[in-house]
């Protein structure tokens, strides 16, 4: 790897996701930041040099760029302690990642932002509608976490993975999102877990 | 790996990516139908012992289970050539396996199922409401596949990937989520390029 940069939004999970990646790794990362709400990663520049897809966060290398949270991660952690050596648990972390997009982030993160950055006041009427779905599926991979970690300190295998690192970023915020941990006991002593890990950084860092 | 079970709903994209991977990589898979219009794979006995999420695919690896398509996809492909050996080519692939779970198959895979299962006249408000979103969010990814795909035969580096792979599995049935490929050529070539692959297997196989 030449030298790194991230392009984000430092509020963003997603984005702090690899910046906590690149701290337990050790790794410089040079950050440049894009104000979302006023369409900076919307721009005809933006889609043309960094991310067709018009997201952050992209992680930069030289002269690529990997757009995608997780798989951004999954580069800086290539052939590191954060990802297992076991086949199936390697997949088993990526089972995880997944999960954390499909089911987790679209919910936890979404309702978030809809409550910190647009405020309820302003929502339309579609996410109005779409709010109850939304609200349950969250609880609902919350409660999936909860029950995983019950009897386990790491989602998978014995260690940290990116697994923990990933679903860390938007779970230990998503009381910002209107859902409560206090009945989530096991998130809870989990997140302390991740909070524990040397060289560890916190989101507004 | 050990005997190698597929609890699937045949008619999922999800699934048939993973067996398309496994015939791809000459592997054998013993197949699990499940009626998802049932329910079947929200049962207590489901949700204890194969996936607590209640959703298929799952990859059974002898007593180990993989949920999430893509993962499962990862575990058959390791090591092997439908994963690049370069480092950034890797996290590229895993890019468009991310990106495929969270921008394209939540609106072609989901008008796929509304308009092909639930049929429209049954639409709830809610997924009244949200059609139009999804509708432009599908016309969206399709149209940044078109465009990444007109300068490149395969989405990452010289050949296959599984990144063809995933994609493919919706793309190729998009017209039943109402989404026309008449004017998306490099889509439609390139979907050509993956059904030319030795081993191929179509979805009703």
Redesign the interface.
């Known amino acids: 790897m030449s030298d790194l940069v991230l392009h984000e939004y430092a509020a963003s999970g997603n984005c702090y996701k690899v910046r906590l990646t690149a701290a337990l790794l050790g790794l410089a990362l040079e950050r440049r930041e894009y104000d979302i709400m006023a369409g900076e990663t919307r721009t005809a520049d933006f889609l043309a040099n960094v991310n067709?897809?018009g997201r952050i966060p992209v992680l930069q290398?030289g002269a690529?760029f990997?757009?995608?949270?997780?798989?951004?991660c999954?580069?800086l952690a290539?052939s590191t302690w954060l990802i297992p050596e076991d086949?199936?648990d390697?997949?088993?972390m990526?089972?995880w990642?997944?999960?954390e997009?499909?089911?987790h982030?679209?919910n936890v993160a979404t309702l978030r932002f809809w409550h910190g950055w647009i405020g309820e006041a302003n929502w339309s009427?579609?996410q109005r509608?779409?709010f109850p779905?939304k609200k349950a599926a969250g609880e609902a991979a919350l409660a999936?976490l909860d029950?995983?970690l019950a009897t386990r300190d790491w989602l998978v295998g014995d260690s940290v993975t990116l697994a923990d690192i990933a679903l860390y970023a938007y779970t230990h915020v998503a009381e910002g999102g209107g859902f409560s941990l206090t009945d989530r006991p096991a998130v809870r002593a989990w997140l302390k877990r991740v909070e524990a890990l040397p060289d560890y950084v916190p989101m507004d860092a």
């Open positions: 067709a897809n290398d690529r990997i757009p995608e949270s997780n798989a951004a999954c580069y290539d086949r199936f390697r997949a088993d990526l089972r990642l997944f999960w997009q499909y089911n982030e679209p009427e579609l509608a779409q779905a999936l029950e995983h």
